[in-house]
């Protein structure tokens, strides 16, 4: 969930969880964000399927967290939710609250700057979404950084703009396929 522009307001019941324990529950999206389309989660979570179950997901660029709490009803272990906004923090604290659970743990930092520092400690994660402001032009860099949190059998997933090419490889993870959606696009590296 990326950041067209900063806010601390939100909308209440902005967004529904699609599936699993919690289908049809509501989060709170933080003002100033654009949400991930209900159909770029569905399908995102159509192709990840069984291996949610038991996983350990890391979300980048969080905004509400909500790919973070739809893998949680989904069956996923553990999610680290991080943006570095104030506002998104407290969208997603609320949520937690809201449906009760101790899986997810939310870091605020500056990407790619504050990633090193964010994952220090936690085990290699099986999958990764990563949803960047559409302009953001550091991607390489990120994506370079963040493999080294991914295990070797791991996934990392890209949303970004349907108009702008994505980077070619991701560290040591290299671009399988690339879905459009509109105006989005969803790019997977194994």
């Known amino acids: 969930m990326s950041r067209r522009q900063t806010g601390s307001r939100t909308r209440p019941g902005g967004m529904k969880i699609l599936g699993g324990r919690w289908r049809g529950r509501r989060l709170n999206v933080p003002a100033g964000v654009r949400p991930t389309q209900a159909r770029v989660r569905e399908a995102l979570f159509s192709h990840w399927g069984d291996r949610v179950a ?3 997901l890391l979300e980048l660029y969080a905004g509400s967290g909500a790919v973070s709490f739809e893998a949680l009803s989904r069956g996923a272990g553990f999610a680290l939710a ?25 870091v605020r930092a500056v990407l790619p700057l504050g990633l090193e520092d964010a994952v220090t400690g936690e085990d290699g994660f099986d999958l990764v979404f990563i949803d960047p402001p559409y302009e953001d032009s550091g991607l390489g860099e990120l994506l370079g950084a963040v493999s080294a949190a991914v295990v070797d059998w791991g996934e990392i997933v890209l949303e970004h703009s349907s108009r702008n090419a994505p980077p070619a490889v991701a560290g040591r993870f290299t671009l399988r396929r690339t879905r459009t959606y509109g105006d989005s696009a969803l790019t997977f590296y194994a």
Do not use: H, P, W
Request: proline share 0%.
């Open 82 to 106: 991080i943006d570095r906004s104030s506002g998104a923090q407290a969208c997603m604290k609320a949520s937690r609250e809201a449906l009760g659970t101790g899986g997810l743990r939310l």
């Open 54 to 56: 038991g996983s350990r």
